[in-house]
């Protein structure tokens, strides 16, 4: 199959509007950092068949057992970035000390299955429950732009809950 009539970037970014959705839910117990640096974990997968020009783009970690492996790879560079934070010195914004290994976790797991989920509901050569089957039940349940749409409305609820949050914090604070 031609690699450039299904050329396409990896959109890694329309994963994060439900993350963030979810760690605004329950920020304490889900690491949006971890949830994002999954997603962007797994689309090494097909950023690199992009650039090899082959075809299928998504592979072995874009099925449920490859976002497993994928999720606790996350969990160990968290644990290693961690190890590392504490015996060095690394930017304060990262708040690596913060970091419990919980959230991470959870993070790493919503955001590694929630990345197949989304993504098979786009992308043709997804088998997302591979080896066992090679069907994609999910292919086309939703169009494309109500899919991004979704995506960027959870971003948007979450910077309002967030936000909110905030407000609420600042005015206790008074």
């Given amino acids: 199959m031609n690699v450039s009539a299904h050329f396409h970037m990896p959109f890694t970014p329309f994963h994060f509007g439900p993350g963030a959705a979810i760690h605004a839910i329950a920020p304490k117990q889900v690491s949006f950092l971890a949830f994002c640096a999954s997603n962007v974990l ?52 990262l708040k690596w000390k913060e970091l419990g290994l919980f959230p991470v976790a959870v993070g790493a797991a919503v955001g ?48 309002l809950i967030l936000g909110a949050r905030r407000l609420l914090r600042q005015e206790n604070a008074r």
Avoid at 130 to 149: G, I, K, Y
């Fill in 112 to 159: 590694s299955v929630s990345h197949i989920l989304l993504d098979s509901l786009m992308h043709r050569d997804i088998t997302p429950f591979a080896p066992f089957s090679d069907s994609n039940p999910l292919l086309h349940l939703v169009s494309l732009t109500t899919l991004h749409l979704a995506c960027v409305a959870a971003g948007i609820v979450a910077v």
């Fill in 42 to 93: 797994i689309d090494i997968e097909p950023l690199y068949f992009i650039l090899t020009q082959q075809y299928p783009l998504h592979r072995f970690f874009h099925t449920y057992i490859g976002a497993v492996l994928i999720a606790g790879a996350t969990i160990a560079l968290f644990v290693g970035a961690r190890w590392f934070a504490a015996r060095l010195w690394l930017p304060d914004w």
